[in-house]
Protein backbone atom coordinates (compact mmCIF):
# COMPACT_ATOMS: atom_id res chain seq x y z
CA UNK A 1 0.00 0.00 0.00
CA UNK A 2 2.75 2.70 0.81
CA UNK A 3 4.60 1.91 -2.84
CA UNK A 4 0.75 2.82 -4.36
CA UNK A 5 0.22 5.57 -2.39
CA UNK A 6 4.21 7.03 -3.11
CA UNK A 7 3.87 5.56 -6.49
CA UNK A 8 5.64 8.91 -8.12
CA UNK A 9 8.41 8.53 -5.77
CA UNK A 10 8.98 5.10 -6.37
CA UNK A 11 13.21 4.59 -6.76
CA UNK A 12 12.60 3.12 -10.61
CA UNK A 13 9.89 5.73 -11.76
CA UNK A 14 12.48 8.74 -10.63
CA UNK A 15 15.11 6.93 -12.48
CA UNK A 16 13.21 6.98 -15.30
CA UNK A 17 11.71 10.75 -14.93
CA UNK A 18 15.82 11.38 -14.86
CA UNK A 19 17.31 9.54 -17.59
CA UNK A 20 14.13 11.14 -19.98
CA UNK A 21 15.41 14.70 -18.33
CA UNK A 22 18.77 13.37 -19.44
CA UNK A 23 18.25 12.52 -23.03
CA UNK A 24 16.77 16.20 -23.49
CA UNK A 25 19.07 17.68 -21.99
CA UNK A 26 21.54 16.33 -24.40
CA UNK A 27 19.52 17.05 -26.94
CA UNK A 28 19.45 20.25 -26.81
CA UNK A 29 22.47 20.64 -25.72
CA UNK A 30 23.57 18.77 -28.99
CA UNK A 31 21.55 20.80 -30.90
CA UNK A 32 22.71 23.97 -29.12
CA UNK A 33 26.45 22.90 -30.59
CA UNK A 34 25.09 21.91 -34.41
CA UNK A 35 23.59 25.39 -34.38
CA UNK A 36 26.71 27.33 -33.28
CA UNK A 37 28.71 25.53 -35.46
CA UNK A 38 26.97 25.83 -38.78
CA UNK A 39 26.38 29.76 -37.43
CA UNK A 40 30.04 30.34 -36.92
CA UNK A 41 31.39 28.52 -40.37
CA UNK A 42 32.62 30.93 -42.67
CA UNK A 43 31.11 31.65 -46.44
CA UNK A 44 34.17 29.25 -47.58
CA UNK A 45 32.91 26.49 -45.65
CA UNK A 46 29.49 27.21 -46.19
CA UNK A 47 30.32 27.00 -49.61
CA UNK A 48 32.04 23.48 -50.00
CA UNK A 49 29.81 22.10 -47.22
CA UNK A 50 26.84 22.85 -49.82
CA UNK A 51 28.84 21.43 -52.65
CA UNK A 52 28.03 18.26 -54.70
CA UNK A 53 31.39 16.52 -54.21
CA UNK A 54 30.29 15.26 -50.55
CA UNK A 55 32.90 16.93 -48.76
CA UNK A 56 34.30 16.42 -45.20
CA UNK A 57 32.99 19.16 -42.42
CA UNK A 58 36.81 18.76 -41.56
CA UNK A 59 38.01 19.52 -45.36
CA UNK A 60 35.86 22.38 -45.17
CA UNK A 61 36.79 23.78 -42.13
CA UNK A 62 40.46 22.99 -43.01
CA UNK A 63 39.82 25.21 -46.17
CA UNK A 64 38.16 28.11 -44.74
CA UNK A 65 40.69 28.21 -41.99
CA UNK A 66 43.18 28.48 -45.06
CA UNK A 67 41.15 31.24 -46.78
CA UNK A 68 41.01 33.24 -43.02
CA UNK A 69 44.57 33.78 -43.50
CA UNK A 70 45.11 34.13 -46.88
CA UNK A 71 41.92 35.79 -48.47
CA UNK A 72 39.77 39.38 -47.22
CA UNK A 73 36.36 38.99 -46.52
CA UNK A 74 35.38 40.51 -50.13
CA UNK A 75 37.49 37.84 -51.83
CA UNK A 76 35.50 35.14 -49.68
CA UNK A 77 32.50 36.27 -50.39
CA UNK A 78 33.59 36.46 -54.85
CA UNK A 79 35.47 32.97 -54.38
CA UNK A 80 32.06 31.08 -53.31
CA UNK A 81 30.88 31.77 -56.56
CA UNK A 82 33.29 29.52 -57.98
CA UNK A 83 31.88 26.97 -56.05
CA UNK A 84 28.08 27.39 -57.14
CA UNK A 85 29.72 27.66 -60.78
CA UNK A 86 33.26 26.66 -61.84
CA UNK A 87 32.79 28.06 -64.90
CA UNK A 88 33.61 31.71 -63.43
CA UNK A 89 36.50 31.16 -61.96
CA UNK A 90 37.70 30.55 -65.49
CA UNK A 91 36.49 33.66 -66.67
CA UNK A 92 38.10 35.74 -63.68
CA UNK A 93 41.29 34.03 -64.90
CA UNK A 94 41.05 34.74 -68.38
CA UNK A 95 39.89 38.53 -68.07
CA UNK A 96 41.84 41.41 -68.96
CA UNK A 97 40.38 43.40 -65.98
CA UNK A 98 43.39 44.54 -63.64
CA UNK A 99 41.47 43.92 -60.28
CA UNK A 100 40.46 40.19 -61.89
CA UNK A 101 44.05 39.71 -62.49
CA UNK A 102 45.01 40.85 -59.07
CA UNK A 103 42.01 38.72 -57.52
CA UNK A 104 43.10 35.76 -59.42
CA UNK A 105 46.66 35.98 -58.02
CA UNK A 106 45.40 35.46 -54.63
CA UNK A 107 43.11 32.92 -55.06
CA UNK A 108 45.56 31.23 -56.60
CA UNK A 109 48.28 31.69 -53.49
CA UNK A 110 44.53 30.45 -51.54
CA UNK A 111 44.45 27.06 -53.71
CA UNK A 112 47.88 26.21 -53.41
CA UNK A 113 48.34 26.87 -49.70
CA UNK A 114 44.62 24.56 -49.42
CA UNK A 115 46.18 22.24 -51.59
CA UNK A 116 49.32 22.06 -49.39
CA UNK A 117 47.89 22.86 -45.84
CA UNK A 118 44.42 20.43 -45.88
CA UNK A 119 45.61 17.77 -48.71
Not at 37 to 50: H, S, W
Request: proline share 3%; charged share 25%; aromatic share 6%.
Amino acid sequence: MLDQEAGSRHPITQVGTIGRSMKNIVLVAALAVLSTTTAQAGPIERACLQSDRGPSRSLCGCIQDVADMTLSGSDQRRAIKFFRDPHQAQVVRQSDRRDDEAFWKRYKRFGQAAASYCG
